[in-house]
Nanobody
Framework: QVQLVESGGGLVQAGGSLKLSCVIR????????MGWYRQAPGKQRDPVAI???????KYADSVKGRFTMSRDNAKNTVYLQMNDLRPEDTAVYYC?????????????????WGQGTQVIVSS
């Protein structure tokens, strides 16, 4: 059973930064494409960043140039550096392994979701 543990969220003012972390327990990060997703209240969960096994990254247009996804295979951890945050970035953020490397259409995910980490951006 794979466990995903997200952390790093919080309350930040518009224009601020946060760095999210996701630790993967029970599987090898190096063997998986990984994605960060977010879900705002009343909306579906959508991918915002994909990081392939080969080091290829893709971002949703809404976060391109502001968010950077990285991975540390030795620590079995993926990260999402979020800069220039906007109120519309407010959401619960999740990570998961993905079965494709494109943002659209959203790739299928492999594991059960973790608890996520809440990001709130105030204007």
């Amino acid at each position: 059973q794979v466990q995903l543990v997200e952390s790093g969220g919080g309350l930040v003012q518009a224009g601020g930064s946060l760095k999210l972390s996701c630790v993967i327990r029970g599987s090898e990060l190096s063997l998986n494409h990984m994605g960060w997703y977010r879900q705002a209240p009343g909306k579906q969960r959508d991918p915002v960043a994909i990081f392939s096994i080969g080091g290829y990254t893709k971002y949703a247009d809404s976060v391109k140039g502001r968010f950077t996804m990285s991975r540390d295979n030795a620590k079995n951890t993926v990260y999402l550096q979020m800069n220039d945050l906007r109120p519309e970035d407010t959401a619960v953020y999740y990570c998961n392994a993905v079965r494709g490397v494109n943002i659209t259409p959203p790739p299928a995910t492999k594991w059960n979701w973790g608890q996520g980490t809440q990001v709130i951006v105030s204007s």
